[in-house]
């Protein structure tokens, strides 16, 4: 079983950045592939961003295409978000999946972190 422990959330004008951080623990920690997720208040979650294990294969949603970009560094997973935008306002999570097809569906994935607040403000 992998532990994820995000981090970097915080509170940023609409157009800055923020660079999030997900350390997976736990045997074979490198091995999966992690994905990130969104919740904001009263919405669905929303699918973000995945990345493989290698960190070669990466999947964005729509909505963050040409802003985020994932990489991973062996056990810890990098989401950065630039030109945020006041919709981007949520809870972000990072999941980790035991099988490594490329996918943005929050039900195959294992493992969850706790979440970490990103606020953007106008």
């Known amino acids: 079983q992998v532990q994820l422990v995000e981090s970097g959330g915080g509170l940023v004008q609409a157009g800055g950045s923020l660079r999030l951080s997900c350390v997976a623990s736990?045997?074979?920690?490198?091995?999966?592939?992690i994905g990130w997720f969104r919740q904001a208040a009263g919405k669905n979650r929303e699918s973000v961003a995945t990345i493989g294990r290698s960190g070669v294969s990466t999947t964005y949603a729509d909505s963050v295409k040409g802003r985020f970009t994932v990489s991973r560094d062996k056990n810890t997973v990098y989401l950065q978000m630039n030109n945020l935008k006041v919709e981007d306002t949520a809870a972000y999570y990072c999941?980790?999946?035991?099988?490594?097809?490329?996918?943005?569906?929050?039900?195959?994935?294992?493992?969850w972190g706790q979440g970490t607040q990103v606020t953007v403000s106008s």
């Open positions: 736990g045997p074979s920690s490198n091995g999966y592939r």
């Open positions: 999941a980790a999946r035991e099988g490594d097809g490329a996918t943005l569906i929050a039900a195959l994935y294992d493992y």
